[in-house]
């Protein structure tokens, strides 16, 4: 019951996205190639689902695309209600 409480609530901000900025920084011990190759792109994203991706409550992922590299790069993530679009904005 609750659950279907959150979705309910939540609906609204679904309906129109949103542009946010979100900055975080980390030292990795690693060259910057070896970086995008981890993180740039995901063509499928199979496995175990979390409880909350089960129960439909959260957008399930399925895939992200990189274009470009470095600084201006841009990724995509597709989900089954939606995407997210990130861009690089530093290095």
């Known amino acids: ?3 279907a409480a959150v979705d309910k609530a939540e ?4 309906a129109s996205p949103a542009a946010v ?15 995008w190759e981890a993180l740039g792109r995901f063509e499928s ?12 409550v ?7 695309t990189l274009e470009g590299e470095g ?3 841009v990724r995509t993530c ?3 209600k939606g995407t997210i679009t990130q861009e ?4």
């Open 11 to 14: 609906e609204p901000r679904r």
């Open 21 to 35: 900025t979100i900055s975080d920084s980390i030292r990795i011990a690693a060259t910057a190639d070896r970086i």
């Open 78 to 80: 597709y989900f089954d």
């Open 58 to 64: 959260l957008p399930v992922p399925r895939r992200c």
């Open 71 to 73: 600084k201006g790069s």
């Open 88 to 91: 690089v904005t530093a290095l």
């Open 1 to 3: 019951m609750l659950v």
């Open 45 to 56: 994203m199979d496995g175990a689902k979390p409880f909350l991706l089960q129960l439909g």
